[in-house]
Structures are given as C-alpha cells and as structure tokens.
C-alpha cells in the first residue's frame, strides 16, 4: 500500500481516537511515536496524517510539545459521507481554495451582462433555499458553477466539475450542521455569498478572490462543531 493511502488511514484513525476517546479542544495527541507503534506504521506516515489534519484545522502542533486537538469533526459528517472518506473530501479544499479564489477573480474581470445575470439568479435561489426548510445544495452548487463559467474559460468548469461528488457531499453536510444552529449560521452562508457576487458586480477582482477564500474558510469551519 502507498504512503498515501497510508496516510489516509492514519489520519481516519487519528479522528476516530478523537471522536471516540472523547478528546476535546486543547486536549493533546498522542506521540507520534505512539501512533506509529498503535498503528503498526512509520512515523513519516503519521506526520504526514497530522500535518493534514493540521491543514484541515482539525489538529494544531505546538513546537516541542506535540500535536492538539483544535477542532472536533460535527458528528452530523457521518451522516453524509464515511469517516474513512474525510481526508480526501477535506482536502478538496485545498484544490478550491486556489481553483475557486482565481475564478472569482476572473469572473469579476471578464462576466459579462448576461453571466452576471446568472449569477445573480443563483444566488437569489440560493437564498431562497436557504431560508426554507429543503436542501440547498444544488443551488448553492449552482452559484459556484455560475461563476466558474462566467471566468469564459472552459478549463475552470471542467475541473469544478470534476470535483462535483465530493463537494456536493461538503454542500449538503455544511447546510446541515449549520441548520442544527443558530439562524446566525445561515445568515452568514447568505452573506459570504453576497459578498462575493457584489465583488463580481463591482468587477472588484481581488476583493471577489478575497471573498471567496473567505468563504471557504468558513465553510471548512462549519463542518467543526
């Protein structure tokens, strides 16, 4: 098996020692050491595990003093996706945040008025969707696609799209643990959004490629308790 696919694993196991052990906020991991002797692996496996999960701002370390819980994963994920998928789903992240935040930014310089009404239909669902009772995840997914497209560069839809299963899991997931809260949680996912269509409106292109990566940010944070 791959380096890779070991880390996968680690990293799986090192949530579940989290969620099942009850470990909380601040608390710390164990040694690397003693991960790669539980789980019958290398430490350069277990490094690489922790520094997604650092990524992913699930762990944090501290130099010297190991590796600390900072966010707990919601349990609502299971509900969407096997724990086993988390680190490849996450890291999907990683491809939007420089896919996403560039579109934006291109989209704000080149959309024309006919793509900006699109984008603006899209987001007017999107909200609707919001505030009603259903799913939101297709239209929410609809508003990231809009602008994609509005960037007049094919590229940019083909790769989004190919990203479709595991961002439609993230979609429905961050809808779901945001509703469980208070209203604020979705008066802030309308709001993110709003932000980057008046930046795309205003043909503000750094701030539509700041917005986005905003916006992300916070959707990775919704998926923590």
């Known amino acids: 098996m791959s380096e890779g696919r070991l880390a996968d694993r680690a990293y799986t196991r090192i949530v579940a020692i989290i969620n ?45 003093a190991g590796s600390y819980v900072k966010r707990r994963p919601s349990e609502r994920l299971g509900a ?32 024309s008025s006919e793509q900006m009404g699109e984008i603006e239909r899209a987001l007017a669902g999107l909200r609707t969707a919001l505030l ?8 929410d997914w609809g508003l990231h696609r809009a602008i994609a497209l509005a960037t007049s560069n ?25 509703r469980s809260r208070p209203p604020a949680a979705i008066e802030a996912m309308i709001s993110e959004h709003e932000m980057i269509v008046d930046a795309i409106r205003a043909q503000d292109a750094e701030g539509a490629a700041l917005a986005m990566r905003w916006h992300l940010s916070q959707g990775r944070k919704r998926l923590m308790p």
Do not use: W
């Open 80 to 111: 969407h996706m096997p724990m086993s998928d988390l680190s490849a789903t996450l890291g999907t992240y990683e491809v939007r945040f420089v896919l996403e935040a560039e579109a934006a930014r291109l989209a704000a310089m080149r959309r």
């Open 154 to 178: 094919p590229a940019f839809l083909a790769t989004f799209d190919h990203l479709h299963d595991d961002v439609d899991r993230i979609l429905k997931a961050g809808v779901d643990i945001s």
């Open 132 to 139: 009603s009772s259903g799913p939101a995840h297709d239209e």
């Open 20 to 64: 099942e052990d009850g470990l909380q906020i601040g608390d710390r991991l164990p040694s690397e050491a003693q991960l790669a002797q539980t789980f019958g692996i290398s430490r350069t496996v277990v490094r690489e595990a922790l520094v997604r999960l650092a990524s992913d701002g699930i762990t944090e370390a501290r130099r010297g």
